[in-house]
Structures are given as structure tokens and as C-alpha cells.
């Protein structure tokens, strides 16, 4: 109880701190343009980088071809009839917490009457911030294994289910984390760091699909530790070396540790969060869930990157 009290604490005064700084629509805009100023403004038309700002028009005119680009043409806001004040609050509320909230909680939080459109905002959201993780890749010591997370399954994959692991209402997600070796410099004790994550839903138990997955999250100088999954086999071809052990209490306990803390922590997360989510939507989930890891040090300077994000995530 005294922890949820601080933590509630913690909220007012983000709170009351972002309100101080985005009280109103035009206080939203003008932080918003000078992100994307920063980013760069290019032309759809010439693909010119050089423009005008128009402040009675809120646009930008090519200084080449004389074509106008609106502030909010080119990023998740386009044709959006929802106001700069709204997206930011929800890009806020999306960055304040480690859980995060639901597009129902955001609907309320907000007093806004209908769901639609703050369903179909937040989502964007979670594809800006998947669009953004997929730019980099993991290298270094990595340790990998697969969960399987609960989703809400359709009729038709009701009426094709099949027992045990990856049934109907089950997704399998291959799961990656770069390990930091510490070592104590007086006593000479090592240990182990989180670094950076990935997570990537399977379609398959193919080998292939897991060769595809790390072909295009690891970079080729990494060390991959895994169990002895014949799904693994062919992962030395796209890596330094692979290393396998047996699965066990003290591979999951050592080895595999802070990919099973990962895994774990996603799966109370989405499931105290969301309750039931559909399959086709589990990658977007994991993306805003890893996001957030991975900028655990971010402070509120997460809400800065999210903003980032919604300009460059089309």
C-alpha cells in the first residue's frame, strides 16, 4: 500500500509537470514543430529539405517547388481530427509508467465519448515506436529463448486447435537479450547485466523462421546462448558462435536469466493490462512493452522520444 502510494505521488507530479509545460494546443504545436524541425522536413513532391514556415497557415512551403506540407502530413497525425493537446497526453500517459495504460484507460483518463478514435491512436503510437526498434540491431553476448504468451484466439482457430504448447490462444515469441559481463574489481566476482531487448512473434516452429529472426535482429559479431531447441540448428551460419545448453533449473537460473525475466515481467504486464489480446496484435504490445526496457533510464525524457517517434514512425 505504501508503495502504490508513492507511486501515485510519482504520477501527480509528472502530472502536474507536464501540464505546466503542455497546457494548451498551441504550447503542443510549437514543441512539436521544433522536433520536427529537428528531424527535417522533406517535400513529397521534389523531395527538396529546404522550406518556409508559414505561421498563419501552421504548414511549411518548399522554397524549390513552392509545395505546402502541413505540420502534421508526413507523420502519425495525418488525417488525424484529434488535437495536438489529446495526442500529447496520450503520448504521455503511454510513457509515464513502466505498465503503461489500455486505450480504454486513456479513453477515461481523457473523458473522451468515443473509443474508436483513441484505439486507433494508440496504435499508431505502438507502430511509430515498432518502427523505431527496428533500426538497430543487438550484438555482443546474447542470451535467447522462446515464451508463449496468451492471446485471444478466433473461431476459426478455435475449431482448429490442438493440444499442449502454441494451441489456439497461445503465440510463440522468440525472445532476445544482450547479457553485460561485470566483473568486481577487488574480489574478482563476475555477474551479469541487462542490456538491450528484442521480441519477435513466430508464425512457425520452422528452424527458418528463427534463421530469419536472427538474421535481421543480431548483428553477425554476436554470441548467441540458447538450449538445445532443434529449431536452433543453423543459427551459427548468421552468427560469431553459438553456445547450447541443456534446459534446466541453473541454465534458466544463469544462462537464460534475463531473458526469462523478460519474458515473465511481459507476460504479467500485457495480461494485467490488456487482459485478452488478439494474435495479429501481440508484435505491436511487445514492441511498446520492449520499448519502454530498453529506455528504462530514459527518465522523462521518454516523452521526448515517443514524440520522436510519432514524427518518424510512418
Known amino acids: 500500500m505504501y508503495i502504490t502510494l508513492i507511486i501515485k505521488t510519482l504520477l501527480a507530479v509528472n502530472i502536474f509537470s507536464f501540464t505546466a509545460e503542455f497546457g494548451s494546443e498551441e504550447e503542443c504545436r510549437l514543441h512539436f514543430k521544433q522536433e520536427r524541425d529537428t528531424q527535417g522536413v522533406f517535400c513529397k513532391k521534389c523531395g527538396c529539405n529546404d522550406h518556409y514556415w508559414l505561421k498563419n497557415k501552421w504548414s511549411y512551403q518548399c522554397k524549390a517547388c513552392k509545395f505546402r506540407t502541413s505540420l502534421r ?141 536472427i538474421e535481421s535482429s543480431l548483428d553477425k559479431r554476436t554470441i548467441v546462448f540458447s538450449n538445445k531447441s532443434t529449431s536452433y540448428v543453423d543459427i551459427s551460419d548468421y552468427v560469431e558462435l553459438h553456445v547450447t545448453e541443456k534446459s534446466s533449473e541453473q541454465t534458466t537460473k544463469d544462462t537464460l536469466k534475463w531473458v526469462r525475466i523478460l519474458i515473465s515481467n511481459a507476460k504479467i504486464t500485457l495480461l494485467c493490462n490488456y487482459h485478452k489480446i488478439k494474435g495479429n496484435y501481440l508484435q505491436l504490445y511487445l514492441n511498446a512493452f520492449v520499448y519502454k526496457v530498453n529506455r528504462r533510464y530514459f527518465g522523462e525524457k521518454l516523452f521526448d522520444r515517443v514524440v520522436i517517434a510519432s514524427i518518424n514512425g510512418v
Open 73 to 213: 502530413s508526413g507523420t502519425i497525425m495525418e488525417n488525424s481530427n484529434l488535437s495536438f493537446l489529446i495526442w500529447y497526453r496520450t503520448m504521455f500517459l503511454m510513457s509515464v509508467t513502466k505498465k503503461g495504460f489500455s486505450a480504454k484507460d486513456i479513453q477515461r483518463q481523457l473523458g473522451l465519448k468515443r473509443y474508436e478514435p483513441v484505439w486507433s491512436m494508440v496504435h499508431k503510437l505502438r507502430k511509430s515506436i515498432a518502427k523505431s526498434g527496428e533500426r538497430y540491431t543487438l550484438e555482443g553476448m546474447i542470451e535467447m529463448d522462446e515464451g508463449y504468451f496468451t492471446v485471444a484466439s478466433t473461431d476459426i482457430e478455435k475449431s482448429q486447435a490442438k493440444r499442449g504448447r502454441g494451441a489456439a490462444g497461445e503465440k510463440n515469441v522468440a525472445v532476445m537479450a544482450k547479457s553485460v559481463i561485470l566483473e568486481d574489481i577487488e574480489t574478482g566476482k563476475k555477474s551479469s547485466q541487462a542490456g538491450y531487448f528484442k521480441a519477435k512473434v513466430l508464425n512457425t516452429h520452422s528452424s527458418k523462421e528463427i534463421d530469419d529472426t
